[in-house]
């Protein structure tokens, strides 16, 4: 199996490389998914994959999914030659809203469990940090009369990616934190000299 960069987007992708006389199918195993408004899927957890099945529904390859990807196929779905299965950052780990809302802060206090940085553009971004009091940085969801949807604690060092009272859909990205040097090619990529990694992959 050869694992080349051929792709040039601006996110982490899984292209499939497929015989077009020998259409693949798709399985999705263990994946946790939201549907967008688009009605595409956004898989909210890590630890599922997508199987390439051959016609006899053998297992060909199983790729391992990070959170915040973007599907392009459905389970089930049969592939075609240079099919684009999924795009992700490759750098960030998203915390993903699973539930449609709005959003409030809980323990989110500036200088005590939070900080503003600004980027080169000159942009500001919340970001969690160290604290030794007792409190637990929260984002809360909540529906329109204010009971809480969906809770999600955002660790030490997250950088949160929306303001308080934001109306958001489920799927939608909540916060961030930086994925760790060892981590940033969850498939066997070759990285590019910019800030995204592709593969293709052939048989």
């Known amino acids: 199996m050869l694992y080349k960069s051929s792709l040039k987007t601006p996110i982490g992708t899984l292209g499939l490389l497929a015989n077009k006389e020998n259409l693949l199918k798709l399985s999705f195993k263990g994946l946790r998914l ?3 408004a688009n009605e595409q899927q956004v898989t909210l957890n890590k630890t599922g994959s997508i199987q390439v099945l051959d016609q006899d529904e ?7 999914i990070p959170a915040g990807a973007l599907l392009h196929f459905k389970d089930g779905d049969d592939v075609e030659e240079e099919a684009l299965l999924a795009q ?8 993903l809203s699973e ?3 709005v959003i409030s802060f809980e323990d989110m206090l500036p200088g005590v469990t939070t900080k503003v940085d600004r980027d080169a553009t000159g942009g500001r971004s919340m970001v969690v940090i160290e604290h030794k009091e007792d409190l637990n940085p929260q984002i809360i969801v909540r529906d329109t009369s204010g009971n809480p949807l969906a809770t999600y604690s955002v660790p030490t060092g997250a950088q949160v990616a929306v303001d308080e009272g934001t109306k958001i859909d489920a799927g939608s990205i909540i916060a961030k934190t930086p994925r760790q040097a060892s981590k940033t090619q969850d498939i066997h990529a070759v990285s590019q000299l910019v800030n995204h990694s592709d593969i293709s ?3």
């Open 88 to 95: 992700w950052d490759p750098y960030n780990i998203p915390i």
């Open 58 to 64: 053998r297992i060909i390859d199983d790729y391992p």
């Open 201 to 203: 992959i052939t048989a």
């Open 99 to 101: 539930k449609k809302g």
């Open 34 to 36: 939201v549907t967008l």
